[in-house]
Each structure stands twice: as structure tokens, then as C-alpha cells.
């Protein structure tokens, strides 16, 4: 899947623990092939991967730390942009008014069955709604909406097939306006391609009535089909949204990718099952993550992020420089480290530890050690005011729960860490000279 091939490209970026102009190049490489086998649309692919390409080659990306993790972090960035950012909302007039939503789409991409859990939900906020069975050609149609209305308890407006769909319309608002109704959804009839009489037909409804919003459905299986009707239903009657059904079982994620982008329209809701209480509001950024493989990439962009911490990282560098780190900061090191996801995580972070870290396992149970034997000792031992003599050494262990012998290990391991980061600041320091810690 789509998901899967771009985890396969972050790995590679983040092992590398310096990228260079061509890594990155060969990386937007695979992720433009993965795009299109997806069925993102061309023109997307193409100007998506040029964003993503002109943001990531920056000195400030690849002379920085960690480089891989920012690269993912544009791409999700340049994602959410694509798919507009924000959660767009449908916003009804005020409840003394009739909104009145018109349903179109093509046969089976969802409208019926869109349209009650469109209901269902504006009722559920208080809203008066209807739904109007203005598809006369297929037989099922009415009873299909009929079904789907007493299922979700609205109200279901039909006139049989024997009528123009804009006279059962009129009629329905003027039902409407009689019974205290304030919300109107059009379920129209679709065709199986998009085709001249349909398109008349919506047109009519359109100019007569004062429809709110035209709504589009489409089926995000059919992938770049999907994105090309969203663009002809919008240059023939113009949409106002998209809603994309059938999410459960888009594993490609192309409509979505691409609808808003090609048609400048948004896509505000999503279908996620038969059922109907399977709607959700459509948020970009959500897209985005379920696209790039979920809260594994979330993490590492949290990741990215807490390492570009510079104010935290100037103090710990001062620390490190006068070597005045004693066990609090330990302590404070500890729980970033938790925070951050253990000391190889944080390493492989370090420009040029990828590649020496990769074969050394660490044991992050080891640590707990450390933690608990810092944790029984006083404030003032803590900050290096007390000496730490053999009689506070047994007390220490014993409220750790460990030997003497291992306290005396842990200080000798504080002391040599002591000096390596001392010896580490040094390095840091220098990387922050040429303008690349940021
Ligand atoms: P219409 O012809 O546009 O009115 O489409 P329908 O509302 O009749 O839907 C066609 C089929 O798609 C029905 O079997 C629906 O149950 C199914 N369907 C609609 N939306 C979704 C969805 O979000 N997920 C899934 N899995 N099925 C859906
Ligand atoms: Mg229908």
C-alpha cells in the first residue's frame, strides 16, 4: 500500500544520519512513484514533490539535526496543505431558515445513503431535517430512502416516480416550511457515467432553487475516476464539497489526495462504512498521518521537534561545558529520554551516530537502575554537595533495592558520561558555529 512505500522511504532517510541533496532527490524519487501508483493524480504528484523537494534541500534542513525526521515532517506539512489543511464545515443558516442541500453524484457513489447520515447527524445537533426522494428512475430509489429515513428517525419526503425531480423538490419545501422543518437534503438521481441529462436536470434544480450547498459524492475507490467527475459535476453545475465514500476500503488514498487540489473544492466529510452513523468530518491532517502510516509518523515529527529545542539544548551545552551536571540534571536527562523514546532513538538522532549506533543493542531496562538508585538519594547528595561515603553508599542501596556494588558502578559510569559529554558539548558546539543547530 500507499503507506507502506513511503514507511519503506522514511526508513531509509532516517538511517542515514546526514542526507545529502541526492538522498533526498532519490527519496522524492520513490515517494512520486509511490504517489502514482496510488492514483494520485499527475499534475499533483508532480508539483507536491517539487514542494516537498525545494523545502527539504534547505541548508537548514540537511545541516541540521536530523535531517530525515525534518524531511518527513515537510512531507506531512506539504500533505495536509494538498488536502487544505483544516476540517471544512458544512455551516447552515440560521434555524428559521430552510438550508437546502442537493445530493449528486453518480450511481452507487453514495448519495442515499450519504444523504440520512448527513440527517442523522445535523439532527442529532438539534436540526430539523428532510429527506427528499427526488430519484424517479430507479425504481429501489424511494423505498431505499425510505428505509435508511425510518432507520435514522427523519422524516422522508416522496412523491412517487411520476414527477420532474424539481416539482417534488418545490413541493418538498413547501413541506418543509409548513412543519417546522429547517434542513433539506435532495437526494438526486445519478447515472453510472457522467452524462448530459443528468447534468440538466441538477443544473435546473440549481437555478431555481435556493440550494445552499451542492454536494458531491464520490466512491474514493475509483481513485483518479473519482477526482475527473469532481471536476466535471463542479465545471457543469459547481460543487461545493466532496464527500468521499467508501474510506473503509481505500487503500490507495489517490481521491484524496488530489480532489481538493484539483478541483479546488474541499472535501468535507467521510464515509466510512455501510452503516449510517459511519460519517466522519474529513481532517486533513488525519488524512495525512493515515496516509504516511499513522501514529508512527506523529511520533517522529514529535521527535524532530523536542530535538530542534534549542533553548533546552543551550542550557544542557552550558551544563555539559562547566561540568557542573550532577544527578538532577541526570534525573531531567532520564526523563527526556523516556519523553523521547530511549538513549538509541536519541543517538541515532545525533548527525553521524546513525551509522556507528547501528549495531550496538542498548538495554533500556538497564536504566531503570540508575534511575532508582539517583532517586534514594538526598537533595543535597543529588546536587554534588555531599560526597557520596561508604555509609551513605549502603543507604542508597538499600532504598534502591540493589547492591553496594552496583551503586559504586553507577558513579563510576556517572563520572565517565560526565566527561564524555563534556567531550560531546565540544562537537556540539562546533556544529552550532556553522549556523547548522537549529
Ligand atoms: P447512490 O446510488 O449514490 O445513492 O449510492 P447508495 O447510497 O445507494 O450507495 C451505494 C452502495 O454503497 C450501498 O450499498 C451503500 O451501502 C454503499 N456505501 C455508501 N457509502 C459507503 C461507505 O462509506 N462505505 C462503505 N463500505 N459502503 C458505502
Ligand atoms: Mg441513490
Redo the contacts with the bound molecule.
Sequence with gaps: SLSDKLQNVFKKLRSKGVLTEDDVKEAMKEVKRALLEADVNFKVVKSFVKSVSDRAVGEEVLKGLNPGHMVIKIVKEEMDKLMGSEMTEIKLRPSNEITIIM?C?????????????LAYQFKNKGKKPLLVAC?VY?PA?IK?LQV?GEKVGVPVFAMGDNNKPLDIAKAAIQHAAKNNINLVFL?TA?RLHVDEDMMNELAEIKENLDIAYTIL?V??MTGQDAVNVATTFNDKIGIDGVI??????DTRGGAALSIKAVTGKPILY?????KLT??EPFYPDRMASRILGMGDVESLIEKAQSAIDEEKAKEMEQKFRKASFDFNDFLDQMAQLEQMGGMQEILSMMPGMASQMKNVEIDENAAKTPKAIVLSMTPRERSLQDPISPSRKKRIADGAGVQIADVNRFLKQFEQSKKMMKQMSGMMGGKRKRGGFK
Excluded at 244 to 249: F, I, P, S, V
Excluded at 270 to 274: L, V
Design positions: 445530493m453524484g453518480l450511481q452507487g457513489a453514495g448519495k442515499t445513503t450519504t444523504a440520512a447520515k430519484d430507479r430509489a431505499q435508511n437526494d445519478g459524492t466512491d474514493s468521499l465514500t467508501k474510506l473503509d476500503g467521510s464515509g466510512m462504512g455501510e459511519d460519517l
